[in-house]
């Protein structure tokens, strides 16, 4: 079990907190604040407790240097709305310099501070003990709040925690639960469903999920390379090329270890990548060669569906088909419905695949939403996450 905030007390004390506040913005407007509300648990926690609070991000991709439009100022009014009390963001295009240490320094209980992007500084990215140890001479003890990027090894995520203590906050805390519980002790029959579009990264972690799960079901542009490797042509489908052994290789483990390996048996193919192009349902064995697989198709929707309610505990990364658009999202919706009303543990990885959930409105009929994409795919994988390692153990 690793620390959490609750293990610590705060009387007197500053703490460093690292959130993941990559919100999207609009010309300088937040359009999307799920990422600051969801932090907000932990940062009253930390107020009520009587600590003082640092708090850092990343926003965007600023390269290293400062970008004002990468400014986190609209995170810092949006936070004070919320906390209801002023978060003032102490910005230096350094991030840490002598008057950020000295506003650190002169904060009291229950105040809250923000510091400048962190990335507006090339050492962020690239580790570096300098930069973190900068960053830990912002407070006393170190709190991590960011599982998005904790599969990174960043100063902000991991280096910092080598010049003062690491605990874990509340987010954090409920992605091990409900990861951990799915990757090393889940209730069975354990089914996983891998879908979306991004085939490289995908397809290695479904060789280690083969040792973990019963059932393994694949849907969404993942799945067309496995019709390849089957033999099947495929039209202007998703293709990883460089997959097909790899989906091969697969095929055979699954069936040597006894799991329960479900492709799509019918699609949706269309003659474009476009909601208005005229489609129609083709068995996996005959997509002509005009048509690219947009959805999975009725009678794969009754197989999954069927299949899925025997189990316990389900974990599903990438949507089964083009979910953004409303002819292709039929397939998606259908897994959303089946799983939210399952009796069974449901844990969505996955920006899109949460995505999708949230907009059929069926958010809250899952058991967990990960906030990390890659980094609840590496979580899967059983690689260990360097920002989560950290954590001090209890
Ligand atoms: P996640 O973010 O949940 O990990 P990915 O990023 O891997 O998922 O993939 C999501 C994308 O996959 C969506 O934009 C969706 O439109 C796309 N997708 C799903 N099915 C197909 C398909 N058959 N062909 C092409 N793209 C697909
Ligand atoms: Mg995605």
């Known amino acids: 079990m690793k620390k959490t905030v609750k293990d610590v007390n705060w ?8 959130c993941d506040f990559n919100v999207p913005l609009k010309d300088g ?22 600590a003082a609070i640092v708090i850092m991000s990343h926003l965007g991709r600023p390269k290293g240097k400062a970008v004002p439009e990468m400014s986190l100022a609209p995170v810092a009014k949006r936070l004070s709305e919320y906390l209801g009390k002023e978060v003032k963001l102490v910005a230096s ?28 500084r090339a050492e962020e990215e690239k580790n570096d003990p300098e930069f973190a140890r900068e960053l830990s001479e912002l407070g006393d003890i170190f709190v991590q ?70 059932i393994l079901i694949i ?68 997509i002509p060669d005009d048509r690219m697989g947009m959805d999975i198709g009725p009678a794969t929707i009754k197989l999954f569906s069927d299949t899925l309610k025997t189990a316990k505990t389900v974990v599903w990364n990438g949507p089964v088909g083009v979910f953004e658009m409303e002819n292709f999202a039929v397939g998606t919706k259908a897994v959303a419905e089946c799983l939210a009303e399952l009796d069974a543990t449901t844990v969505i990885g996955g920006g899109d695949s949460a995505a999708a959930v949230t907009q059929f ?33 209890k």
């Open 219 to 286: 849907g969404g542009g993942m799945a067309y390379t496995f019709f390849k490797a089957q033999g099947y042509s495929i039209g202007k489908s998703l293709l990883d090329e460089e997959g097909i052994g790899l989906a091969s290789d697969i095929l055979k483990l699954a069936e040597e270890k006894g799991v329960k390996f479900l492709l799509p048996v019918d699609v949706v193919a269309s003659y474009d990548f476009a909601n208005d192009s005229p489609y129609d349902v083709y068995p996996v064995d005959s």
């Open 361 to 393: 409105g069926l958010a809250d009929k899952m058991t967990h939403i990960s906030t990390g994409g890659g980094a609840s795919l590496e979580f899967l994988e059983g690689k260990e996450l360097p920002g989560i390692a950290i954590i001090e153990d």
């Open 11 to 18: 009387a007197g004390k500053t703490a460093v907190m690292r």
């Open 29 to 50: 407007k937040i359009t999307d604040d799920t990422r600051i509300r969801a932090a907000l648990p932990t940062i009253n926690y930390l107020i009520d407790d009587g």
């Open 93 to 120: 295009d350094v991030v840490v310099d002598d008057t950020v240490k000295a506003a650190a320094k002169a904060l009291k209980g229950g105040e809250v501070m923000l510091i400048e992007n962190v990335r507006y």
């Open 145 to 214: 709040e960011a599982f998005g990027t904790s599969h990174r090894a960043h100063a902000s995520t991991t280096g910092i925690a080598d010049y003062i203590p690491a605990v874990s906050g509340f987010l954090i805390e409920k992605e091990l639960k409900f990861l951990g519980e799915a990757v090393n002790d889940p209730e069975r029959p354990f089914a996983a469903i891998m879908g979306g579009a991004k085939v490289k990264d995908k397809i290695s972690v479904i060789t280690s999920l083969l040792n973990k799960v019963d």
